[in-house]
């Protein structure tokens, strides 16, 4: 099988393309992508957790850094799951000195009073709650213009259709490659430079580029409903792109989502209750230590 742009071995069937021209494919991806959301003379806070995709985007972005006038930051939650913590954040210390950025740290005991062990029950459920917290606060307080995030194509596919199964309609409204920035509700803007790529060419380009990265699973997520769906269910690149740009405009026509947002009496920040998740999940788990 030969690369659709030259005679040279193909290393992908779809697209079509030899190692060279697939990097050129991935990287010119991910500018398009930045043209297109008009991501450019902005402050960006990537969250590098040391896996493939968060590994792949802090690298590429840093190649791109000057063309489209970017100030990034790289930042690692040091959650204090044993072991695994340890060499994430291994892999993001060794990731940023490559190229030649600082790497923030923020260490959750030393922050907050606890770890995500510390949560006896599903920790994984709240561990996705709790980084989303902790990055919306950081990049508000420190006056970013977006999170950068590692989703992926795969990862929209499941969060599309695990609302679907569970009949969350008017979750579908969350799906898309970007929020805005709200400042006066203190929201910070999230961005998926990854959104319209598949996990296999993630995976494929790291290994191209001998980029390192965290090669096991979370502990806490080896029986997640999104790796079970991943094992279970299988499509194509194009059905998975259709899938998305099909909800994408579908989006037009689905009621939106309204929600009254109000802020913490405990931190400030944004929340629909008195008191946000995050403070009343740490007020929990600190009554228990």
Do not use: W
Not at 8 to 26: G, T
Not at 70 to 75: A, D, H, T
Request: aromatic share 12%; proline share 3%.
């Amino acid at each position: 099988m030969k690369c659709q742009h030259c005679k040279k071995q193909a290393i992908l069937k779809s697209p079509r393309l030899c190692e060279d021209h697939f990097v050129e494919y991935f990287e010119r991806k991910i500018g398009k992508f930045l043209d297109k959301y008009k991501i450019k003379n902005k402050k960006l806070l990537v969250a590098i957790s040391g896996g493939k995709d968060s590994v792949v985007v802090s690298y590429v972005l840093s190649k791109l850094k000057e063309k489209f006038n970017l100030q990034i930051e790289y930042f690692f939650i040091r959650l204090g799951i044993p072991v695994f913590t340890e060499k994430s954040e291994e892999i993001a210390t060794k990731v940023t000195e490559s190229i030649n950025y600082p790497l923030t740290i923020y260490d959750l005991k030393k922050e907050e009073g606890f770890t995500i062990m510390d949560i006896k029950y599903k920790p994984c459920s709240y561990c996705g709650m709790i980084r989303r917290y902790i990055l919306n606060k950081y990049a508000f307080e420190n006056d970013f213009d977006y999170v950068v995030l590692g989703h992926n194509l795969d990862d929209e596919v499941f969060f599309i259709f695990n609302n679907m199964f569970n009949k969350n309609i008017t979750q579908l409204q969350r799906t898309g490659p970007l929020t805005q920035t709200i400042k006066d509700k203190k929201l910070v803007g999230r961005i998926k430079p990854l959104y319209f790529l598949t996990e296999q060419e993630i995976l494929l380009y790291a290994k191209l580029k001998n980029l390192p990265y965290v090669g096991c699973a979370c502990p806490n997520s080896l029986e997640s409903t999104q790796k079970k769906f991943k094992k279970d269910i299988e499509f194509s690149r194009d059905q998975k792109l259709n899938i998305v740009y099909s909800i994408l405009e579908m989006k037009k026509y689905l009621p939106e989502e309204k929600v009254e947002l109000k802020f913490c009496e405990k931190c400030g920040f944004p929340t629909t209750s008195d008191t946000c998740k995050f403070c009343r999940t740490k007020e929990k788990i600190l009554s228990t230590l």
